[in-house]
């Protein structure tokens, strides 16, 4: 169908092939199994439950299964939810490919490559420069295809790079008008903060914690790798303890996962940049799926609160 999963609202149908996401088994109240499915086309993803679900349920319908889906929309608790009706597993016949249910990035692997390069060729300080571009170059085909979370902003394929290069061009705004700022530090700290993610995740497709992002976190990966990497470049300055610190820091506050409060004035703005850009990544995304006069689901990840989008949006 024209329309994807995440563009119906409540009462209409689907009847389609959709990829599940992720597959998590419970128990019901009554004491019977049921599976909790995330399904995802391009346009996003939606829950459904499959009640009464057997053990034949649970193997087929596992994470990067395709199916095809007959089910109604509905409203749950203020988030969408498609309520099953039929599904099976595909088959040769239904002639699908998974690469038709993938949500992407809006800019190309390429492109996004040619903004970072052209980020780090600015940089004046050489210490910098050769951390950055070395662990950018060490992970460059893992960086360029995760996404940057598994659920809440940027969680596509290529959405940890289109993250970066979002962030790279605020910073760059940012920098502009505030010339006192380090644009090579902060530039740095844009590149390098999330860069972890891609040991911390299992990779673009069914995206899970790996045990390495489950007990040390994308932080501490990267503040490893930091300081690897300045072992082998032999660089021992300053430079390698505050680039620690950019990553170290920029969740902001330690409930929100930081490690350390920004206490450099780059890391304090790295913190800000990277909070504007994943919300109105949400934002957007919630937005664009409403027409003018309506309100969003609620977003978890922004206090469940459902934004109203004005007549006079166009």
Known sequence: MDKGITYL???ETFDGYLLVKSSTKGTASNGKPFLTLIFQDK???IEAKLWDASPENEAAYSAEAIVRVVGDIQNYRGRMQLKIRNIRIVNEQDNVNLSDFLERAPLSIEEMGEKVSSYIFE???S???R???????KHQESFFKYPAATKNHHEFVSGLAYHVVSMLDLAKAIGSLYPSLDKDLLYAGVILHDLGKVVELSGPLSTVYTMEGKLLGHITIMVNEIAQAAK???ISSEEVTVLQHMVLSHHGKEEWGSPKKPLIKEAEILHLIDNVDAKMNMLDRS???VEPGEFTEKIFAMDQRSFYKPTFHK
Not at 131 to 137: A, H, S
């Open 287 to 289: 937005l664009e799926r």
């Open 131 to 137: 951390i950055t571009r070395f662990l950018v170059k």
């Open 9 to 11: 609202s409540v009462g």
């Open 127 to 129: 210490n910098i420069q």
């Open 43 to 45: 346009s996003g993803d």
């Open 232 to 234: 082998e470049l032999e």
């Open 123 to 125: 940089m004046k300080n």
